[in-house]
């Protein structure tokens, strides 16, 4: 029982085809669940297709900071009208990146504050993209009230590991590369740690330490396929299937089973979306 809470099976340049192999991969599997999310509105469009086609297959629209300078108001109002679609389940991925820096930053800037008061307006979980912005994004998250009270009365309390109970954000930080710290800092906001492939890496010290540090209940696993392929199929395409390795490197850096962290993992995300 796996459940890869981010990833792109409607990632535009499959064909047809390669989306319906990997859709009979994943149904032969034991991933049970996957978060099909959107980065521009050709593929949130196809994000509502696959749900619609997929039993399985959960959504999140929202345009990825790398596609900012093609928003518009108009593109807004799209993805507020697919967001209020059956099985879609969350606002993303959206945020920041200034790595790559595709669009200008006062563009990502801006529609990244749009879309998180779109998820407010809709009272919806924020899937986030965060790359070289750690502090900025958490800033605007802040100020666009994603850690808010108010917010946090829309969603149950989530239990902690010592049975203590925490205000849920239901804010997701997607593939998160940070240090400990900053994890720690996101946790007690009430957001949720979303480790991916590259946990398995061997040089990784710093998401290992994430891994160790963050309590399972407040951390989801995801492939971000095709991109960023875990070991021992690095240097191949991603795919949701994949996910078992990132539990399996959870499992161990936690003590656990497999088995435990794929149910455990698994409860997290349903909880996160919903479903
Ligand atoms: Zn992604």
Redesign the pocket.
């Known amino acids: 029982m796996l459940f890869d809470a981010?990833t792109?099976l409607n990632f535009l340049k499959y064909t047809d085809k390669q989306r319906e192999d990997l859709a009979s991969e994943i149904e032969a599997s034991e991933v049970e669940y996957v978060m099909d999310?959107g980065?521009s509105l050709e593929s949130c469009l196809l994000t509502v297709k696959n749900c619609n086609k997929y039993s399985w297959c959960y959504g999140a629209v929202g345009i990825h900071p790398h596609n900012a300078k093609d928003m518009d108001e108009e593109t807004l109002l799209f993805i507020e009208n697919l967001a209020k679609k059956d099985k879609i389940k969350a606002i993303g991925?959206i945020g920041l990146d200034f790595y790559y820096d595709k669009s200008d930053r006062d563009e990502q800037r801006y529609w990244f504050r749009r879309q998180i008061q779109l998820a407010n307006k809709l009272k919806m979980p924020i899937m986030i993209?965060s790359r070289s912005a750690d502090k900025e994004t958490i800033d605007l998250l802040k100020e666009e009230g994603a850690f808010s009270d108010e917010r946090k009365s829309w969603f149950p309390k989530k239990e902690g590991p010592g049975g203590e109970m925490h205000g849920d954000a239901r804010v997701q930080i997607?593939c998160y590369s940070g240090s400990k710290e900053t994890a720690v800092q996101y946790i007690k906001l009430g957001a949720m740690i979303s480790i991916a492939g590259p946990i398995t890496f061997k040089n990784n010290r710093k998401t290992v330490e994430v891994v160790q540090e963050v309590p399972i209940e407040f951390l989801l696993a995801e492939t971000?396929a095709p991109y960023l392929t875990p070991e021992p199929h690095r240097g191949k395409t991603n795919k949701s299937t994949y996910v078992e390795h990132v539990v399996r490197r959870i499992a161990v850096l936690k003590k656990l089973t497999f088995e435990e962290a794929s149910a455990i993992t698994l409860n997290n995300a349903k909880i996160f979306f919903n479903i």
């Open positions: 981010h792109h999310a980065d991925e993209h997607h971000d």
